[in-house]
């Protein structure tokens, strides 16, 4: 099938930038990273630079593809990444406009990569355990009631790859946050360090710059692994929980 | 700019009181608006009460000793004060917070916008900064037609039954307002736009504040779309039964 690309492309974070227009020949069976391959490829042969965009599995486990596909972070398919997107939902002749993530907290590296450092600092700043790692616990020591298993392990699915801040008409990254404050908190090995970890989670996050929640919903809309709002919500308890209750700086 | 993903961005802690802090941080100023939101939502039931009068057939007697009430009753001279209060604070609050997330997507917009959202749309959730200066400028010119009038004591006074002296005549003003055509258009106009943003303010007020659960939000969703429609169009319908059947 014949396609039109329109593609952000930016030599560098100070380049202003700018869509340029390839024709692609892809297959059905392509991913849509691989039709990317598929064009820089032919880029590469004409002596041109290729089209820089970030991938790693490709098998949307790892959160790296970022790339905004026709005014949708990962594309048109619900719960799905960019790199398991394919090529069969798409016809021939179409065109398609592919842009970076677009959020000041995450400034463009170069053409549809940027960096989501942001989110490491998020990290760094309370989503981990302080736990001695040593020897497998033994199985069933520590009780964990299975609802709550399942809203950790639901919320453990994220994959950290910033389609909510890509979505969000704000750029906020409440539910990446409010994903980890969830599925570390809703455990006992994570409950101990809860307050510290809300308190300090949201204080990296505003200062990283992100926008302000306004319960648009679009960042579930959008995330390929359909984290919901309700992580939101209880963030927004586990916040205001923390700030009242606990001694650690607000 | 990729070299500094192990270095921590410096923060710098304000010597604001935690207090000060929690209230200013992203969740904190969503808490301040969701919780003046409320009490608006609430203040909407209580004027409502107090208009649903005006249909009385009574030459605008309850009316008009509701009116006097409202502005004497010294524990509702109170509540009004904080009512003000809370109407800048909401306003202001949304200001900030609009221009703040309008300058969070970065100096490049999408060239393709396509917003989705969960189980609503997001047409309105995405426009109310520019319902709620609607509203505002709705307010400032609804607190001069009646309000302001009713504090500057300008109002011809009638007797009414029930009162021993002569009160103040609100019925006639607003009588006079809602048989201009274009007032009641405007009114009727303003109801819709404050109708859109409870639309989604009213659920997403509850959101805020942490509630959200599978036993109760359907019961907050449907309750705030209900309050949605049925509020604005109760008041509504008031200047409409005005202009054509009085």
């Known amino acids: 099938m014949k396609l039109t690309l329109k593609i952000w492309r930016q030599k560098s974070p100070a380049d202003k930038g700018g869509f340029q227009t390839y024709q692609v020949e892809a297959n059905e069976h392509m991913s849509f990273l691989e039709m990317l391959d598929v064009l820089n490829e032919e880029l590469v042969r004409r002596k041109e ?47 398609i406009v592919i842009e970076p993530f677009r959020a000041r907290a995450f400034p463009v590296i170069k053409d549809l990569v940027v960096d989501r450092s942001a989110f490491d600092r998020i990290i760094q700043a ?11 616990p033994d199985g069933n020591s520590l009780p964990v009631e299975k609802d709550k298993a399942s809203l950790a392990f639901e919320a453990a699915a994220c994959i950290g790859c910033g389609a909510c801040v890509a979505a969000c008409p704000n750029a906020s ?24 970890r809300a308190l300090q989670m ?34 927004n308890r586990a916040y205001y929980r923390a700030a009242i209750q606990s001694d650690k700086v607000v | 700019m990729v070299n500094n993903l192990l270095l921590q961005a410096p923060i710098k802690l304000s010597t604001m009181s935690w207090f000060s802090r929690f209230l200013t941080s992203s969740i904190g100023q969503k808490l301040v608006m ?71 997507r970065g100096r490049q917009d999408y060239a393709v916008k396509r917003t989705k959202a969960v189980g609503t749309s997001a047409v309105l959730s995405t426009r109310m900064g520019w319902l709620g200066i609607v509203i505002f400028v709705f307010l400032v010119i609804h607190l001069y037609q009646f309000w302001l009038q009713m504090k ?9 039954p029930g009162s021993d002296e002569p009160v103040d005549d609100l019925y006639t003003a607003v009588y006079n307002v809602y048989k201009n055509p274009a007032f009641v258009l405007f ?11 409870l639309w989604h303010g009213f659920a997403s007020a509850f959101q805020t504040l942490g509630l959200n659960h ?7 969703r449907f309750v705030g779309r209900a309050y949605a429609i049925l509020v604005p169009l109760l008041f509504a319908i008031i200047p409409i039964y005005f202009y054509f059947f009085l």
């Open chain 2, 187 to 197: 009114y009727v106009m303003a109801m819709v736009v404050v109708g859109l943003h």
């Open chain 2, 34 to 104: 969701s919780l003046t939101g409320l009490f608006l939502i609430l203040f909407l039931i209580v004027h409502l009460a107090g208009n649903l009068q005006l249909l009385y057939q009574d030459g605008g007697a309850a009316f008009n000793l509701y009116a006097r009430f409202m502005t004497t009753n010294p524990l509702i001279k109170t509540t009004s004060y904080l009512l003000y209060f809370f109407i800048l604070l909401h306003t202001w609050q949304g200001l900030l917070l609009w221009r703040m997330n309008r300058s969070a």
């Open chain 1, 173 to 196: 990254a409440m539910l990446f946050v409010s994903a980890k404050v969830s599925h570390l908190g809703l455990l006992p090995q994570g409950e101990v360090e809860a307050d510290a």
């Open chain 1, 49 to 95: 630079e290729p089209v820089a965009f970030e991938h790693d599995c490709r098998e949307g486990i790892c959160g790296t593809c970022s790339m905004v596909i026709d005014g949708q972070p990962h594309g048109p398919q619900a719960a799905t990444t960019a790199c398991q997107l394919h090529m069969r939902h798409y016809r021939e002749g179409e065109t």
């Open chain 2, 214 to 220: 599978r036993k109760y939000t359907p019961a907050i």
């Open chain 1, 202 to 235: 949201v204080r990296q996050m505003d200062a990283e710059g992100f926008g302000r929640c306004s319960n648009v919903t679009a960042c579930e809309a959008e995330c390929p692994k359909q984290i919901s709002v309700e992580n939101i919500a209880r963030l």
């Open chain 1, 126 to 136: 309370g989503g981990y355990i302080s736990v001695n790692t040593g020897q497998a």
């Open chain 2, 152 to 160: 500057l004591g300008v109002l011809p006074q009638v007797d009414v």
